[in-house]
């Protein structure tokens, strides 16, 4: 944890080059821009300009000018750039040229709602799973659909062929300063998952970005391709971003899984982006149902068994998904079922998968469907008022 005369001091000291400032438009893909070392100082003053009108979701040309602010708390290296001549990355916040927050940043949306929940004393904290398929590339280096290996769910080597770049992914990850908990192969061919250590929410979504560029950049130099569209192989199981949430009130936290589920409608779109996301839902172990149950994976909401405070697994995210913005939400989600003490529906002990229950509602299934439903949410509009 950085601060501005401690960055600057760190990139003399350590023979630091060149530092990438990283930000993200509106669909959760990262950007950066690459700056010399020595211009931090002015950089931590005044901030980087660029062309708003050129990023996805942000504005048009006849005002465009927006600056980054880099956070100096998030510097990270990066371990596979070269040891002489480093390079570091740090997140940044997007701001007016006069200085005020600029509304569509997603990273500072999702710092106003960690400061929301905090002025109510409730402190969120999130975990992430994250799966991926791993698939090889062609004579050209361009991705193929075949699988890295026909592996099976925590199968172990030869069949598991994706056990050492796991181990490189993990190791780059603690070099960078994040707390991977575990990895294994998933259930499809060549699909992988680690598993991330709770953290603060801005945190969680700052390392699920860092996580995807990792592991794209150590499967790329393994000749491989990482993929983390939510149904690749429109046969095999599809790839969740499986979103873990708890606070330290047991209380709390079921009045939180309940103003997730009561906006769960609308949370779809934000947590389910792309057409491809319907591919994966109500199919091998992703939800189709709004319902909740105690380690039941066929539910949206999943309550593991655990030692200690309760979570809540949101189990119908997935990788396509802005993880800052689906933070936020889910945030100001889980407030409104503690402000207005909701109460959960009764838990759901059968296996949903494959059965039509019509006392249950579905979630949306299409993303047009997802879209009109956002579209129409006051819920939505009051928290992303852009």
Same mark, same amino acid.
Request: hydrophobic share 35%; with cysteine.
């Given at each position: 944890m950085y601060s501005v005369s401690e960055v600057l001091e760190y990139l003399e000291e350590e023979d630091v080059k060149f530092v990438r400032l990283a930000f993200f438009d509106l669909n959760g893909v990262q950007k950066n821009i690459s700056v010399l070392a020595s211009q931090m100082e002015r950089v931590f003053r005044d901030g980087v300009s660029f062309d708003a009108s050129a990023v996805y979701g942000f504005e048009t040309p006849e005002k465009s000018d927006l600056f980054l602010h880099p956070d100096p708390?998030? /510097?990270?290296v990066l371990p596979w750039r070269p040891n002489t001549g480093k390079v570091v990355r740090m997140f940044c916040n997007i701001r007016y040229p006069d200085g005020?927050?600029?509304?569509?940043?997603? #990273?500072t949306l999702l710092q106003n709602a960690v400061k929301e929940a905090k002025n109510q004393g409730i402190e969120f904290m999130f975990g992430t799973e994250i799966e991926f398929y791993l698939f090889k590339l062609d004579e050209k280096g361009e991705p193929t659909k075949i699988p890295f290996d026909n592996a099976g769910y925590m199968d172990i080597a030869p069949e598991d062929k994706g056990e050492n770049i796991r181990r490189e992914i993990c190791f780059t990850l603690e070099q960078m300063g994040m707390q991977p908990e575990a990895s294994h192969h998933e259930e499809g061919p060549g699909q992988n998952e680690i598993d991330f250590h709770y953290s603060d929410a801005v945190t969680a979504a700052d390392n699920a970005a860092t996580f995807k560029w990792i592991v794209r950049t150590r499967a790329a130099q393994n000749g491989l391709y990482a993929d983390f569209s939510p149904k690749p192989l429109i046969d095999k199981a599809g790839s969740g971003f499986h979103i873990n949430i708890s606070c330290a009130d047991p209380e709390n936290?079921?009045?939180?899984m309940a103003g997730i589920i009561k906006h769960a409608p609308?949370?779809?779109y934000y947590l389910n982006c792309t057409e491809n996301s319907y591919d994966r839902l109500g199919e091998h172990k992703a939800p189709?149902?709004?319902?909740?149950?105690?380690?039941? #994976?066929s539910t949206f909401i999943r309550v593991p068994a655990t030692k200690g405070s309760p979570r809540i697994e949101i189990r119908s995210a997935d990788c396509g998904c802005n993880s800052y913005l689906a933070f936020t939400l889910l945030i100001y989600a889980a407030l409104d079922g503690i402000k207005n003490q /909701?109460?959960?529906?009764?838990?759901?002990?059968?296996?949903?998968f494959g059965k039509e229950n019509p006392s249950l509602e579905k979630l949306p299934d299409t993303l047009d469907c997802a879209k009109k439903i956002a579209?129409?949410?006051?819920?939505?509009?009051?928290? /992303?008022?852009f």
């Open positions: 708390t998030t /510097l990270s005020r927050p600029y509304e569509k940043d997603c #990273r936290t079921k009045m939180a609308e949370l779809t189709h149902y709004i319902a909740w149950g105690h380690e039941n #994976r /909701l109460v959960p529906p009764a838990a759901v002990t059968e296996n949903l579209e129409a949410s006051d819920f939505i509009k009051k928290v /992303l008022s």
